[in-house]
């Protein structure tokens, strides 16, 4: 079993930053991928960042690539997400999640085994 723990997130104005983190725990051995995912209210879960367990490797939503930023913290075994010029549509309860396998369809919820339960984020206008 893996447990994962998010922090941070909170409340900030249109054109912001704010940072997210995700404490991973218990088996982390057998993690490939972390990844980031959000839910806005009415809406679907949708995929944000993926980064491989050893650091190396990153993926991002169209919607955030170059605002956003996942990074991995080996000592501390947390996957941070750094970001930027934040948008009101970017508000959202932030998960993370742990994938043990490598998965080219990786935007898909479904291929991740463990979950944190979740950070809000809101973004001011």
């Known amino acids: 079993q893996v447990q994962l723990v998010e922090s941070g997130g909170g409340l900030v104005q249109d054109g912001g930053s704010l940072s997210v983190s995700c404490a991973a725990s218990?088996?982390?051995?057998?993690?490939?991928?972390m990844g980031w995912f959000r839910q806005a209210p009415g809406k679907e879960r949708e995929f944000v960042a993926r980064?491989?367990?050893?650091?190396?490797?990153?993926a991002y939503a169209h919607s955030v690539k170059g605002r956003f930023t996942i990074s991995r913290d080996i000592a501390k075994d947390t996957v941070n997400l750094q970001m930027n010029s934040l948008k009101p549509e970017d508000t959202a309860a932030y998960y993370c999640?742990?994938?043990?396998?490598?998965?080219?369809?990786?935007?898909?919820?479904?291929?991740?085994?463990?979950w944190g339960q979740g950070t809000q984020v809101t973004v001011s206008s």
């Open positions: 999640a742990a994938d043990r396998h490598y998965a080219l369809d990786y935007e898909r919820p479904a291929g991740y085994e463990y």
């Open positions: 218990g088996r982390t051995g057998s993690i490939y991928a």
């Open positions: 980064i491989n367990w050893n650091g190396s490797g990153t």
